[in-house]
């Protein structure tokens, strides 16, 4: 069955960075784009970046843009999330997902399976 378990998530001040960790097992890694949602408490599930089969292109969400970068290693069937320059509005839960169409999206209805998500929070 298809897993994915995030990692790499944890409390940092504003300014840090954080690498975030997605393995994923149970299904063919290196045939599905994936991406990278985040959800803080009473706001929706927001779309932070996703990554095309091999890499190439990526695509992010406005308020992480020119801060964060995707990448992944299909030989580890990983994906990545770097964060830079955390500010205090980057709290939240965040997910990876496998996608389902055939190319990268932005909405929740272009992933088919999540992981249970990674606690993101930063402190001013």
């Known amino acids: 069955q298809v897993q994915l378990v995030e990692s790499g998530g944890g409390l940092v001040q504003a300014g840090d960075s954080l690498r975030l960790s997605c393995a994923a097992s149970g299904f063919t890694f290196s045939s599905h784009f994936m991406g990278w949602f985040r959800q803080a408490p009473g706001k929706e599930r927001e779309f932070v970046a996703a990554?095309?089969?091999?890499?190439?292109?990526?695509y992010y969400g406005d308020s992480v843009k020119g801060r964060f970068t995707i990448s992944r290693d299909n030989a580890k069937n990983t994906v990545y999330l770097q964060m830079n320059s955390l500010a205090l509005e980057d709290t939240a839960l965040y997910y990876c997902?496998?996608?389902?169409?055939?190319?990268?999206?932005?909405?929740?209805?272009?992933?088919?399976?999540w992981g249970q998500g990674t606690q993101v929070t930063i402190s001013s």
């Open positions: 990554i095309n089969l091999r890499g190439v292109p990526t």
């Open positions: 997902a496998v996608g389902t169409k055939l190319i990268p999206g932005r909405s929740v209805d272009d992933y088919g399976y």
